[in-house]
């Protein structure tokens, strides 16, 4: 089963290049990096691209380690009907398993029993053809993508907003030019730590942060002002901020008469929460709210800029929605270093959900509800308008679907059995699939479940685009051959559609699938028309909307107008309603879930990275040293985590740095240890993201620790 290593490092079979500039393979950042032969094998060298400027973090540098995994798939897997096992199997018995499971599965139950999940990991080529894959060659209308996880609350409440999402609006070198940013929910200096460098640089000048998170994390400690909230507070505490923001006079009636509508509804509302309410809502103390909205309001420029923390939540549009209502009434975005942004999380977080993945979306973020998009997309792909499906179910509703009215599902560069929240029901979705097919490149705990899975090429092996956090087109070069056996996910796509009998076309290099997709985003919101692989290379990437090749991008958005019809930013009327779950007498504490500095997303790739395996080898609930007194639980012992959904198991982690009501588990581990096993799947109702950040639990000491372990920096014992 696993991968034939000596076939992998046989550079001259694999004709690898002796350098290539490529971008790292995890998250949203994109580091530039240069990736060199080394002997036997291959490593990653620093490369001085705009964003980093030669910075990587420990995730990065460690990256090529990827590339000799010994673990590495190479040749399909079958698992025999209701087997315990699965076997080697050849590309052609793997296909046409997947093409009879399909045939038979959607005759008995329709085209939309087959349900397709991407990833925010994909590049655009594959991202854009998946969506194509789904709707054309499956014909079925249920597909959508791990980014529904992720960034979607960000996404719906900028569109909301500002009638277009893209993650940051303003390239990251306008950062350092803001005098005051306001980080709701975000940890870059662990989860992207060369972001870290344009606010020391805003530091320097003269800067103010302030962040906004239920844990004092290393970027906490760097800010200026940390505002400790309860999880699951976010909008009452955007609320309360903006509440004193009016009562002293902050804002800019001028940039709210001309460049927005609908304020005064939100005036209204943000009258009832006055600081010594929001304190007792969010812990936060007074004279800190009122700090914070003076910072911000006295400041001639200013950031918003949210992560999962304010995101991940059943409410997450509506707390993104009030932070916009903070910055629009200061009259801080439109304007050069203000502004409102997201810090997407996933590699291609951002191009994963503009060209097609969604459960409602077309490429360039056409809508599959306009018919004049349909019709676009259609002509572009030689099939009739009223051949597409409808809309979809989204990530959530279609593992709800898994076993019903979903039969089989393809799944693409996703660990749903980690990923997903209260995982243990997903598992039980798979229990009464049909046909489960995962394409990965490792044995996944999703692909260990799966009826075939196929081997499939990873990041260096490949050419391909990313966009990164800002909206920077990137490209992403191969270095090398995939080993023997191993096909990439567009040789896949192409190979299924033709055994399923579609006539549309697949292409299977990725620069004829990029040249599709600049035809198919052509006019829309995500216009990548006018950006080609070649223009990439020579600028250091292209910023989106770039209509045509004489376009220079679109580096800053919204600075004349905002994309709204009437080129107004809107207001958004938002109450605070707290989390799905609060603590009670059976369940007395708030879960959240989060990430650590070594590890990327469930940790399929960087647990396989033996430096960062060993720096967090595995799961730990970190909890406040006073809360742990009380419960007889010191540094090691084995704590027990109970929530409606289910149990688990973790060592301890004694902190000062968190609340104590609150626990933290990061969620990069699988096994019995999962974080998710714990996780609310309650739902935002625009967004449809999962409330992974804030539910009740119950804690107890399970049993001592086992053996001494050393504390690391966040222990206070
Ligand atoms: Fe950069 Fe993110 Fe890769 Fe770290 S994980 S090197 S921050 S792209």
Wanted: with cysteine; charged share 20%.
């Amino acid at each position: 089963m696993a991968g034939d290593t000596s076939a992998q490092l046989d550079l001259a079979d694999r004709q690898a290049l002796p350098r290539v500039a490529t971008h790292c393979p995890y998250c949203a950042l994109q580091c530039g990096m240069l990736l060199e032969r080394d002997g036997g094998g291959w490593r990653v060298a620093a490369r001085d691209f705009p964003t980093n400027k030669g910075g990587l973090c420990r995730k990065g540098w460690t990256a090529a380690a990827l590339l000799s995994a010994p673990d590495r798939l190479t040749t399909p897997l079958l698992r025999e009907r209701h087997g315990m096992h699965l076997r080697p199997a050849s590309w052609d018995e793997a296909l046409d398993r997947i093409v009879a499971g399909i045939r038979q599965i959607q005759a008995r139950h329709g085209k939309n029993a087959i349900g397709v999940f991407g990833g925010g990991g994909l590049t655009n080529e594959k991202a854009y053809l998946l969506g194509k894959f789904a709707r054309v060659a499956l014909g079925t209308a249920n597909i959508d993508y791990n980014g529904r996880f992720c960034m979607a609350s960000a996404a719906a409440a900028g569109l909301a907003a500002f009638g277009l999402d893209r993650g940051l609006p303003f390239p990251l070198a306008d950062i350092p030019g803001a005098e005051v940013i306001l980080m709701p929910g975000g940890n870059p200096a662990e989860t992207m730590p060369p972001i870290m460098q344009y606010f020391e640089a805003q530091k320097a000048r003269g800067g103010k942060l302030i962040v906004a998170d239920p844990r004092r994390t290393p970027t906490a400690r760097a800010a200026d002002l940390h505002l400790q909230l309860t999880p699951g507070t976010h909008a009452a505490l955007a609320n309360g901020l903006l509440h004193v923001a009016i009562r002293d006079r902050l804002i800019d009636t001028v940039f709210i008469a001309t460049r927005t509508t609908g304020f005064s509804a939100v005036q209204h509302i943000c009258k009832s929460y006055w600081p010594e309410r929001v304190e007792r809502i969010t812990g936060v103390p007074e004279a800190q709210i009122v700090r914070a909205a003076r910072m911000l309001g006295e400041a001639a420029t200013a950031m918003v800029l949210t992560a999962r923390g304010a995101e991940q939540q059943r409410n997450g549009t509506q707390n993104v929605l009030a932070y916009i209502n903070l910055l629009l009434a200061l009259g801080r975005a439109g304007k050069p270093h203000c502004g409102y942004g997201c810090l997407t999380g996933q590699g291609n977080g951002q191009g994963g959900r503009e060209h097609g993945q969604k459960s409602d979306q077309l490429p360039g973020y056409r809508k599959l509800e306009n018919p004049a998009d349909r019709d676009h997309v259609a002509g572009v792909w030689g099939v009739a308008a009223d051949s597409l499906p409808n809309p979809g179910l989204t990530a959530c509703e279609l593992m709800s679907a898994l076993g019903g009215p979903v039969r089989g599902l393809l799944v693409f560069a996703s660990n749903l059995l980690v990923s997903a929240p209260d995982a243990d029901s997903v598992a039980g979705g798979f229990g009464g699939l049909d046909l489960l097919v995962v394409a990965d490149m490792f044995l996944s705990e999703t692909a260990a479940r799966a009826d075939v899975v196929l081997p499939i090429a990873q990041w260096a092996e490949e050419d391909g685009t990313m966009t990164n956090l800002e909206g920077r087109v990137l490209r992403r070069r191969r270095a090398m051959a995939p080993p023997k056996g191993v096909w990439t996910d567009l040789e896949v796509m192409n190979a299924l559609a033709s055994r399923l009998g579609s006539t549309a076309a697949f292409a299977t290099e990725p620069d004829d699938a990029f040249g599709e997709l600049r035809r198919a985003s052509a006019g829309g919101a995500a216009d990548y028309a006018g950006i080609t692989y070649d223009r990439i290379d020579a600028e250091d990437g292209v910023f989106w909307p770039c209509p045509a090749g004489d376009h220079p991008g679109t580096k800053r958005l919204f600075l004349d107008r905002f994309a709204t019809p009437d080129g107004r930013a809107r207001f958004h009327r938002v109450e605070f309603h707290g989390a799905a779950e609060t603590p009670d007498a059976t369940f007395p504490y708030i879960l959240t879930t989060g990430r650590v500095l070594s590890h990327y997303q469930t940790g399929v790739q960087t647990r396989r990275v033996p430096e960062l395996a060993a720096a967090e080898p595995g799961g730990f609930v970190e909890l406040h040293a006073d809360t742990a007194r009380g419960l007889g639980i010191a540094a090691g012992d084995l704590v027990r985590l109970t929530t409606r959904r289910g149990t688990i198991d973790l060592p301890a982690r004694i902190s000062r740095e968190i609340r104590m009501d609150t626990l933290f588990v990061p969620f990069h581990w699988g096994g019995r240890a999962r974080a998710n096993l714990l996780t609310n799947a309650a739902l935002d109702p625009t967004s449809r993201i999962p409330e992974f950040k804030a539910c009740a639990v119950h804690v107890k000491r399970a049993a001592a620790a086992t053996s001494p372990r050393p504390a690391t920096r966040q222990e206070v014992t």
